[in-house]
């Protein structure tokens, strides 16, 4: 029996000429225990570098025989699955996958005498599986994922390598992608049920702004009707495939299927080098109201997500023009999105007053074309002068209340403190052993999820399950246990989250983190990384020169997030113990474990601190912001805590 391994996402298992595609979930449940592979004399190929977590079966040192594809030295270590683990499998990260050099991929290419294209962000080949001739594959050139709009054939590098290596023998092993297909079987079950556009759609009372706009376009784009309740549909493609579409409501909002993971554009095509994106139906439709020398394309995710699997869809043009809406976040997420994109041909519009989105602005009657005719490039030189940032600084000015960030809806306080939450910090959070940091963490990333920042948790003290559970029931402020009928209700709520977590536990080496956050970062467009916490991802240890190591090595680790949270425009946030924890004295931004590196090199300090009432002689818990480096207010955040909830949130909120 042989059992192939891709990734923690697929796997293929062949016995007796029956073959069986299925998750991990499941895998674990056919073997319950690695001596149960040997009885059975299961051959494992695995086909990715770093370990696999097989529901409780670990493959340990894998890339040892990876030129061989096959592994037989595999160690078992059991990480206990609990039945909830399937629940948040998807938003589990797959840290087995790593970027695969664009130089070697290139080697590999040449070394073959296979012809490729540089494109901006992407290399293309001939798709090696398509008959046609003419359709192409396209390998990301940061990330070596390869897909083709043809086939849908998706995937890391390795597997393409290995298909190239014996076409005949790994054509089946070739996923494809599941997203993609599901997203078709969406729009074609509700396809039927929909009439194709006609001149309706303008009695529809919400696209009365859009009066100018040609019928001709939305019969381009396949749009469908539903007149009864006045929706209309627009479906997201792939090249020629349909993956998914788009619902614009009554009311102007609109629905993504399949939610959060769509891989498909809307795009109108006219054959410009240029194209004008944008986040939402709204805008796109405003800007094929307008005659303007270029192409218009609405993304799938909005603002939250980029996948790489659309990176192909742009390459064709040589200017991209980013419009999105006019505040903090919009702006960090356009420049997080050049950056996938390649910097060098973007273009942004800058977020000032009078540039609101394309629909806003169409309602305040601004001039669109030349909007779009003063949009800016996008610097990427490292050292900039005055005249490149006088721009933002005027952006900056005139946007005060905007370039505060994304507020919490249940700390009020610290948004008043802090600001809100902005890419590209470092926050700190610190507090005696046992005081609610975990706990008000989840709540404080929860909070930010449910407005749209994607967030990636690495816990290396509480295992995944764990944490979800608070998050779950912080989200819901009820107890799971009472509630347990409700569990399928809030769990799918949950999962629609942009929450992904890091399937590492306990000490772990600083590159290999630090990798999985960077692909992570990459693929998912992550806006908030949290660590919790330092001292167990560096691992404890008590003699005194194991201390000193352990100096050395946080001080290391926190330049590396420093650095990180700076160049990928993301926010890190650390949760580190406390240096001295003796009761009577409370903590300073001095007091935290390490060097002084961890306070200097930190944006925000937040501490969890103890104070006894003289009075009451009741233990108040409150959240001291100890470093504010944005706007250098500082203050105090009392934390009340609910034990049925598990939540932190302000009562007044
Ligand atoms: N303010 C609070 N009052 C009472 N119990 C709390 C409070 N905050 C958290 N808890 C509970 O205390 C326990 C420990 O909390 P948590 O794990 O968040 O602390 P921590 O500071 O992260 O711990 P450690 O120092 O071990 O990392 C949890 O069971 C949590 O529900």
């Known amino acids: 029996m042989n059992c192939y391994i891709y990734s923690s996402e697929y796997f293929k298992l062949e016995c007796d000429g029956l073959v069986v595609r299925k998750t991990f979930f499941y895998i674990g449940m056919f073997f319950r225990s690695f001596k149960q592979c040997l009885r059975y004399n299961i051959n494992i190929y695995a086909f990715s570098k770093r370990r696999f977590y097989l529901t409780n079966i670990l493959f340990e040192n894998a890339d040892k025989k990876y030129n061989e594809h096959q592994y037989g030295n595999f160690k078992r270590k059991n990480i206990g699955v609990s039945k909830n683990d399937s629940v948040f499998e998807s938003n589990n990260l797959d840290n087995s996958i790593a970027f695969v050099p664009i130089s070697s991929i290139k080697q590999y290419l040449l070394r073959n005498g296979m012809l490729f294209t540089e494109g901006h962000s992407c290399i293309s080949i001939k798709c090696p599986i398509c008959e046609n001739g003419e359709s192409h594959m396209y390998i990301n050139k940061v990330s070596g994922f390869f897909i083709c709009s043809n086939c849908q054939k998706s995937g890391p590098w390795n597997l393409l390598e290995l298909f190239l290596s014996n076409p005949k023998h790994y054509l089946a092993e070739l996923p494809l992608d599941q997203t993609m297909d599901y997203g078709k079987r969406c729009w074609e079950s509700v396809k039927d049920n929909l009439q194709p556009v006609n001149e309706a759609v303008f009695n529809f009372p919400h696209f009365k702004d859009w ?61 410009y080098d240029t194209a004008v994106i944008v986040a939402n139906i709204k805008d796109f439709l405003t800007l094929l109201t307008y005659p303007l020398e270029s192409d218009v394309i609405c993304l799938p995710n909005g603002q939250q997500s980029l996948p790489q699997d659309i990176l192909p869809l742009f390459e064709t043009y040589q200017k991209l023009i980013l419009w ?91 948004n008043s403190i802090l600001k809100g939450h902005r890419r590209g910090e470092l926050t700190i959070l610190t507090g005696p052993t046992g005081s609610g940091k975990t706990t008000l963490m989840s709540e404080y990333s929860l909070d930010l999820a449910m407005n749209k920042v994607t967030t990636l948790w690495g816990s290396f003290e509480i295992r995944n399950q764990r944490l979800a559970k608070t998050m779950l029931t912080q989200m819901f402020l009820e107890p799971l246990e009472k509630n347990i009928n409700k569990f399928n209700e809030w769990a799918d709520k949950f999962e629609r989250l942009p929450v992904y977590f890091m399937t590492f536990h306990g000490q772990q080496p600083l590159d290999v983190v630090m990798e999985a956050v960077e692909h992570a970062t990459y693929v998912h467009d992550v806006a908030h990384v949290i660590i919790d916490n330092v001292q167990f991802m560096l691992g404890m240890s008590s003699s005194e020169s194991g201390f000193l190591d352990r100096f050395y090595r946080q001080d290391a680790l926190i330049a590396r997030f420093r650095n990180f949270a700076t160049t990928h425009n993301c926010h890190v946030t650390l949760v580190i113990h406390p240096r001295k924890e003796r009761e009577a004295e409370e903590l300073t931004a001095n007091s935290i474990f390490g060097g002084a590196k961890a306070a200097q090199e930190a944006d925000n300090i937040l501490i969890i601190q103890h104070r006894k009432s003289h009075t009451t002689l009741r233990i108040k818990k409150f959240l001291q912001v100890a470093k504010n480096r944005f706007s250098g207010d500082l203050g105090i955040m009392p934390l009340e805590f609910d034990k049925e909830s598990l939540s932190f949130r302000s009562k007044k909120g």
């Open 211 to 271: 009066k100018r706009l040609l019928l001709e376009y939305l019969q381009k784009l396949n749009v469908r009707i539903y007149p009864e309740e006045k929706t209309v549909y627009f479906p997201l493609t792939h090249g020629r495939n349909v993956v998914g579409f788009k619902k614009l409501n009554c009311d102007l909002t609109e629905e993504t299927f399949p939610d959060k993971s769509a891989k498909g554009i809307i795009q109108l095509k006219r054959d």
């Open 324 to 414: 999105f809406d006019n505040d903090v976040v919009s702006w960090g997420n356009v420049k997080m999105f050049a950056k996938k994109l390649s910097e060098s041909r973007c273009h942004f519009i800058r977020p000032l007053d009078n540039q609101p989105a394309a629909y806003e602005s169409m309602m305040f009657g601004y001039d669109i074309a030349s909007i779009i005719e003063n949009a800016q490039r996008i610097s990427h030189s490292s050292i900039v002068t005055f005249a490149t940032l006088r721009e933002d600084v005027l952006a900056e000015i005139c946007n005060a209340d905007k370039v505060s960030g994304v507020k919490w809806e249940r700390f009020p306080v610290l």
